[in-house]
Each structure stands twice: as C-alpha cells, then as structure tokens.
C-alpha cells in the first residue's frame, strides 16, 4: 500500500487532474497525499533585446510569482483537506526535474501522479522533453494521466477501475514491474493481466536480396509455446484472478494498444525499457509509443540499473 503520494501541480486545471486520483488512492490506502509546486525563477528571467540579449533580474516580479504560487499550493492543500484527505504542500525552487527527482528520493515518495500537458511552470510538462526527462530519472513509480483537452480526460480524472495490462518480455527488467503493478492492484481493486507479445522471426530469402523475408514458422511456434508457459509461471507470483493473453503481432506496441482499447482495461503498467527474452520485445521505446497513443492512465517505472 502507498504512504506518500506526490503531484506536480502548478496551479491548472490540467495539473489540478490528477489530484482527484490521488486522494482516492489515499482514501483506500491511507496515504498522504502532498502537492508540489516548483518555483523556477529562471523561467520568469526576461531578456532584453539587441545584439546580445541580457538577462534581466526584476527582485519585485519574483517575489509577486512567489507568493502566487505559494497561494496558490495552500488552496489547493485547503480543498484536500476539507475533504478529509490528509494533505500537504511543498514549494520547491529550481528547474522542474531536478527539484522533484531530489525531493521523491528526500521525501521518501510511493508514487507520482501527474498529467501528461501543463501549463506556467509546467509549460514544458507533456510527452516531450521534461516529462521524458522526469520519467527517465525517476526512481519510483509515476502514474501518468491525461490532461485536459483529450477525450478521455474526464475518465482519466478518475480512479482507474477493471483490469490492469503489465505487459511482460521475458526478462528481469520488465519483471521487475510487478511488484509496482500488484501495489497498485491491490490499491485500485484491479484485476491484473499479463500480456506478452512474440514478434515473428524472418529469414532472407536468397538470392533475392534483404527485402525479401519470410516467418520463420518453426521459431515462432517455439517461442509462442515457451511464452505461454512463461506468463502462466509469472501469473503465480501474482494476486489470484490473474488473467494472461499471449499474442502474436509484427508490432509490440500496436498489440498492446488494441489489446488496451477494450473498454475494461482501466490502466496500463509498464517499465520504461528492457531487454532479452522474446526476441524484439524492447521496452523502452515501445513504452514511449503507448504512452503517447493510449487513451488509459500509465502507470510508468524505470528499474534500476544492475
């Protein structure tokens, strides 16, 4: 179970969508639920203009943006509070990433919820450059939830609900999400489903030249067998109800993506990248794909190198 929750928030409503999700972890688990604010001066640095653009250091302006964000974190504190959430804030002062990468590891954090789009101080804060940076330092899990302005933003606003998809590829690293995946299982009353998906091997066929390939039938066969065993040996390190589903599809993430677009997936739990077992199953950038196509909550973890 969780103990301390964290949000990025910056005071939008884009930010401010993923604290409903939040405080309903925090009601089945306990936990404490602390919002973020980072205050990074250097975003609010004008320039002036000529032949060398100058920074300008106006004391005044800062110290208005400060106190902004420090009303608008206590609010924000004020309404979890009221609703019987126990809740803190933090203002953290530096560039984004780095402010909450050392806070999660000073402040023992469980668990990150954050949107996918942001705005002021999370301008940058989308599937992009600062929100791949976090999640490529990040050392705990981070729940990603889609932002205002999507279809499925009211529903991502909510505690996801019916089967969770951890998708597997044979190897320690991408296992070593489900520890992560059962937490928040077992927090969401989900029902877990392991998913693994053999990418078929090809043969050139001489002497016509590379572009010519053809499925290797007796490698595939092989590989589907070894990974049914492979997901029903997993299934039992897991909470009872544990479904699997093996496939077979020329793309990981495009099987993944039509396996998660049945209505009762409710969220996806991946690693950020791993490597060996079923031959191509390479998370990291089929990770980075679903994440920016999946219409689900991503419950994100980057394992630590060994």
Do not use: N, W
């Not at 572009?211 to 067998?225: G, P, Q, R, T």
């Amino acid at each position: 179970m969780y103990r301390h929750i964290l949000v990025p928030y910056d005071g939008s409503a884009h930010s401010a969508r993923a604290i409903p999700i939040a405080a309903a972890l925090a009601r089945t688990s306990g936990a404490t639920v602390q919002l973020a604010l980072v205050h990074d001066p250097s975003a609010f640095i004008p320039f002036v203009p000529g032949e060398v653009a100058i920074p300008v250091y106006d004391q005044e302006m800062m110290q208005s943006r400060l106190d902004d964000d420090r009303r608008l974190l206590h609010a924000a504190v004020a309404r979890l509070t009221d609703d019987g959430i126990a809740a803190t804030g933090v203002l953290l002062e530096g560039t984004i990433v780095e402010a909450l990468e050392e806070h999660i590891e000073r402040a023992a954090i469980d668990l990150t919820i954050m949107t996918t789009h942001g705005r002021s101080g999370f301008e940058r804060l989308r599937l992009g450059s600062v929100a791949t940076a976090f999640l490529s330092r990040a050392t705990t899990p981070v729940l990603l939830v889609r932002g205002a302005g999507s279809e499925a933003a009211e529903a991502a606003a909510t505690l996801p609900t019916g089967t969770l998809l951890c998708p597997l590829d044979g190897s320690p690293f991408a296992e070593a999400m489900l520890p992560h995946a059962r937490a928040f299982a077992e927090a969401t009353g989900m029902t877990m489903k392991l998913v693994a998906v053999t990418v078929p091997h090809a043969i050139p066929m001489a002497p016509f030249g590379a572009e010519a390939l053809l499925a290797d039938d007796s490698a595939l066969v092989a590989e589907e067998s070894g990974r049914e065993e492979y997901l029903a040996r997993m299934a039992t390190t897991c909470p009872p109800g544990t479904q699997t589903v093996a496939l077979t599809d020329m793309s990981v993430a495009r099987a993944l993506l039509d396996v998660a677009s049945s209505p009762v997936v409710g969220a996806i739990a991946m690693a950020t990248h791993g490597r060996g077992g079923f031959k191509r199953f390479m998370l990291g950038s089929v990770t980075d794909e679903v994440i920016r196509h999946a219409h689900v909550p991503m419950l994100v973890y980057r394992p630590p190198p060994v």
